[in-house]
């Protein structure tokens, strides 16, 4: 997705950053999302959907009750239901990191370690040697979000942080993915072992709404949604533990800039056989 005009202002200029950083002391990004939750946002909805060519075919016939409404509008999914298969969590595009022993790896432009997502060392040593799946959000996807697989959650860790946008330009210029606002939690999954999920807000308002926490989940089931913005999904696999497709694998590493377009339950991989 190509940067908007305002990204590259915002984020491209000495002078935007600044002016960034005032809208953010100014908690601008809280007062525009009390407006877009109110009736009169609803005028936004048809600007947005031809600004941004959303798909709507799924939703005729639905009416909102302010810009939120749409933007958290909900349709009838379906998921890949073989119990090893792994699903995409998202609509969104792909991104595949491998995590070395020293738990760092390359994300947009900047090194980053496991410490910038969980802030918990003990847990950060499960994922040395792992795999890190970036999921991005574009303004077109649908921004409700799936567990992969069955299992058990415990809670939702919420990590404060100044809202910044997940376009590219924003990531090339700030580190975005740790500046951000996100919630993370394990997930106690039955095929793939522990993993990490990381949900990361965006600007404008970057809200995280995760519906369970200490509970039992299963495959396909909502875990949540984002408010308001084109936001970021984190998954974190330990060492062994995931196969991803090798068209995918494949499409990834003919280019090192490249994402790789998902949808919600799609099949992306396998559960890796344990010794």
Known sequence: MADDASVKFLYGTRGGRVLLRIILACRVPKLLGFYLRTPLSCPLIPWFIK?????????????????????TRKKETTFDTEKTHLISPCDSLLSVYDITDSSTFHIKGYDYTISDFLQNPELERQYAGGTCLVFRLCATDYHRYCYIDDGYQGQNHYIEGSLYSVQPLACRNFRVYTKNRRSWTVLQTEHFGNVAQIEIGAFSVGGIKNLYHDA??????????????????VLLFEKGRIQLLRNITDALAADAAAEY?????????DAAAQE
Not at 222 to 228: A, P, R, S, T, V
Request: hydrophobic content about 30%; aromatic content about 18%; overall charge positive.
């Open 216 to 233: 039992g989940f299963k495959k396909g089931q909502e875990k949540g949604y984002f408010d308001l913005h084109g936001s970021t999904i």
């Open 51 to 71: 600004k941004n060519a959303v798909p709507m075919d799924e939703f005729k016939g639905q009416t909102y009750k302010s810009f939120n409404d749409f933007f």
């Open 261 to 269: 377009r998902v949808t919600s339950g799609m099949y992306i991989g």
